[in-house]
């Protein structure tokens, strides 16, 4: 048996991995803003995408 997740498995947590690519100095300064705002990067980058997906639906409802 591996520990290697196939697509659609979730941790204990109930998340799921994937990967994306973002330039160096985004990365550094995501993980420093998580740092300030004393969250997981992983956390961090949760709520910046809840955050951005509830306003678009917002602005969509809106229209």
């Known amino acids: ?9 979730r941790d204990a947590f109930g998340k799921q991995q994937f990967n994306i690519y973002l330039p ?3 990365v550094r300064e995501l993980k420093h803003a998580a740092i ?11 709520r910046i995408f809840r955050e951005f997906l509830n306003r ?8």
Request: charged share 45%.
């Open 1 to 9: 048996m591996t520990d290697e997740k196939t697509e659609g498995q």
């Open 24 to 26: 160096p100095e985004l």
């Open 36 to 46: 300030d705002d004393s969250l997981s990067l992983s956390g961090y980058v949760e």
């Open 56 to 63: 678009r639906t917002k602005q969509r409802k809106e229209r």
